[in-house]
């Protein structure tokens, strides 16, 4: 599932509220991985390879729960 970090906007709220992606937080740490995937199964964070697949993901969930 893609993580978010970051203040989140009202639409990423929804969409995390519908179990679409996952909000890291606000506060983004030294070591951590800004953009990339959760396994839902163990929890483990995976740096984003491609960036732009991430990106469009983001996007594309988010902009369904805009407006």
Request: contains cysteine; proline residues 4%.
């Amino acid at each position: 599932m893609p993580f978010l970090f970051g203040l989140p906007t009202p639409a990423a709220d929804k969409a995390a509220a519908a179990g679409e992606l996952i909000l890291g937080g606000c506060v983004v740490w030294e070591d951590a991985i800004e953009e990339g995937w959760q396994c839902l199964g163990c929890g483990h964070h995976f740096q984003a390879t491609d960036r732009a697949l991430w990106l469009s993901t983001i996007e594309s969930i988010v902009s369904r729960h805009s407006g």
